[in-house]
């Protein structure tokens, strides 16, 4: 089997999320779901010093952060009201060896332990494997416990630490704590989403 890219511009339909490309036109939505400083102090986007409070500066963050043409950006839409709370990717494709990585990942804070996370990433993870791909790796700042949490709660296997990967923003070394599921572990990892999800099989 190979591994083929998912076609960005196909929508994925979640019961409360609808994942779609994010655009440069969604940047300002983004902006007042995620342009907090909350969101960045667990590591995201390289820690509490990458916060920019301007839309302005915010805007020319992202343009470098996000995996603009090289991933799938996404993103995270609210079903009910078609409220935008959120960004995800699904990038660093490697067709050959079929593995892909997921992150990029940020939601609106008042998301945060809600049913939004786990359906995004059933809706990435089932695109990705659908596709032919074998390894989806998700990774964290070793720091960011909550992000770490929520990685294992969905039944990604921790793969260990790797050092020194990258400079925050506060010009730290970055630690980044690695997980992946694999095609084989698929079945189950997808069933427990689904339980926790409260979809129904026939």
Not at 64 to 70: F, M, P
Not at 72 to 79: H, S
Not at 97 to 102: D, Y
Not at 138 to 147: C, E, I, P, T, Y
Request: charged share 25%; proline share 3%.
């Amino acid at each position: 089997m190979t591994a083929t890219r998912p076609d960005a511009d196909v929508p994925l339909e979640g019961a409360t999320v609808r994942l779609r490309a994010l655009t440069l036109d969604d940047l300002p939505d983004l902006f007042d779901a995620i342009g907090h400083p909350e969101v960045f102090a667990g590591g995201w986007g390289g820690g509490p010093a990458a916060y920019r409070d301007t839309y302005e500066e915010w805007r020319e963050f992202m343009l470098g952060y996000l995996a603009w043409g090289t991933g799938n950006v996404t993103a995270v839409v609210l079903r009910d009201g078609d409220r935008l709370v959120g960004t995800t990717t699904l990038g660093d494709f490697d067709l050959g060896n079929r593995s892909a990585h997921i992150g990029w990942t940020a939601y609106a804070p008042e998301t945060w332990g809600t049913r939004v996370n786990a359906e995004t990433k059933r809706l990435l993870l089932g695109t990705a494997f659908d596709h032919g791909f074998e390894r989806i790796k998700l990774q964290a700042d070793v720091l960011n416990a909550r992000s770490r949490s929520a990685i294992l709660r969905l039944g990604a296997q921790f793969e260990g630490v790797l050092r020194h990967t990258q400079l925050r923003a506060d010009g730290t070394w970055r630690d980044t704590a690695v997980y992946s599921i694999l095609s084989e572990e698929w079945p189950a990892v997808r069933d427990g989403l689904d339980a926790r999800l409260g979809v129904a099989h026939a």
